[in-house]
């Protein structure tokens, strides 16, 4: 029992002391004595004392509670996250978002006014980000060089400088001068090149709520736009359109011409060997499929295949140990196409400039229950440094060029 609680105690059995006192002694007219009263007046005064100390302890313990409280407040909610998120605005803001899509099931009747923040400067409406993001992700998983290149994004045409001749290293006597000759530099410019492609969705399936529209279109634009892409970038000639690595001018380099209407292990071998070292550790082969069912059939001298095939999902197969990718735009063997290139393809650059738009596009399918959208990006590409490509072509002359 604390201090206080045996004080409370003591205070209640002296007051009830003292009433029983008061019974006990009055006379028959229910007065005390003068001695009974003085008595009575000291047992009273004692249970004053003892309130009176009471009420000095309750104080005192009353501070100590004050005193051990915590100087701060406790935690009673989640602890605020400083990298809370911010509030997406424009065209990363979900109501841009389910503007375009209904704008897309309207065929572009219904268009909020949100979606009028990202209208393009030759018409349409810029894609959400998060539309622009998956546009991205679907163009590197179709198109081999988003996967193997580099991307660039641009605002404007983007120049890039390179080293137009070799770094120098001289042995000089103790004391003797530094002489060497002016770097020279020169420069690959990046400009923006229209890519337009159509789609065409049923009217039932377009105002069919069920029918998961976004995820439809999103993917069949990254099929279409990566399949243009991949072909400008193997095959382009720049007029319009990107400057493809089997280009006879600006593209990789021909370093072998196959002896006969085949290809021979021994002419890929000298292939990769015409590739310098440097470029060798991230190189890669990029072929057509009935090229490779030709080289898959090739075997050294010992008669053992040259074909390694990957022994891991999602792994490509291996040529001489380096990785073998096909392309359906590599042409196929025939006099004079060049039929497989052997580099590191980072130095193939793409310039993306600006975000991919969306439009309706009324001239074509009217009244037939086809709707049509229309996709468009603004793209470039250029190989900056063709030694980091080497390229094997057939025996013959091509239509158009000159063994």
């Not at 899509?101 to 923040?117: H, P, Y």
């Not at 998060?130 to 546009?135: A, G, I, K, T």
């Amino acid at each position: 029992m604390n201090k206080l609680m045996e004080l409370r105690e003591k205070r209640n059995q002296a007051w009830e002391g003292a009433k029983a006192f008061v019974e006990s002694k009055r006379d028959k007219d229910g007065l005390l004595s003068v001695e009974d009263a003085k008595t009575y007046d000291e047992m009273e005064q004692k249970v004053k004392n003892y309130s009176a100390e009471i009420a000095r302890l309750e104080a005192m313990e009353q501070m100590e509670n004050e005193l051990a409280k915590p100087v701060n407040q406790p935690l009673t909610s989640k602890p605020m996250t400083t990298d809370s998120k911010k509030e997406k605005t424009g065209r990363a803001s979900d109501d841009y978002k389910e503007g375009m899509l209904q704008a897309l099931r309207s065929n572009f009747k219904q268009v909020s006014n949100v979606l009028q923040t990202g209208v393009d400067t030759d018409g349409g409406y810029l894609v959400p980000e998060e539309y622009d993001s998956r546009l991205i992700d679907g163009l590197t998983e179709e198109n081999i060089f988003r996967a193997l290149g580099t991307t660039i994004t641009t605002s404007g045409e983007r120049k890039i400088n390179i080293a137009g001749s070799k770094p120098a290293a001289l042995w000089i006597e103790e004391g003797g001068e530094l002489s060497f000759g002016d770097a020279k530099f020169d420069q690959i410019l990046l400009d923006a090149h229209k890519l337009h492609v159509a789609i065409k969705v049923t009217e039932e399936l377009l105002y069919d709520n069920a029918f998961n529209l976004e995820s439809y279109i999103l993917n069949a634009f990254s099929k279409a736009l990566s399949n243009a892409e991949e072909d400008a970038f193997l095959n382009g000639d720049g007029v319009g359109k990107p400057l493809g690595v089997l280009n006879p001018t600006g593209g990789g380099e021909v370093s072998i011409t196959t002896a006969g209407a085949s290809i021979s292990a021994d002419e890929i071998m000298s292939l990769v060997y015409k590739l310098k070292r440097p470029y060798r550790k991230n190189a890669v082969f990029i072929t057509n499929d009935q090229t490779l069912a030709v080289i898959r059939k090739l075997k050294d001298g010992n008669g053992a295949y040259l074909w390694q095939p990957s022994l891991q999902q999602g792994e490509p197969d291996r040529l001489f140990g380096y990785k073998v990718y096909t392309s359906p735009f590599v042409p196929q063997i025939a006099t004079g196409k060049p039929v497989l290139a052997f580099g590191d393809f980072s130095y193939y650059n793409i310039g993306d400039r600006g975000s991919r738009t969306f439009s309706e596009l009324r001239e074509l399918f009217a009244g037939n229950g086809m709707v049509a959208f229309l996709a468009k990006e603004r793209v470039d590409g250029k190989l900056v440094l063709p030694e980091a490509v080497q390229i094997l072509k057939m025996k013959g002359t091509d239509s158009g060029t000159t063994e």
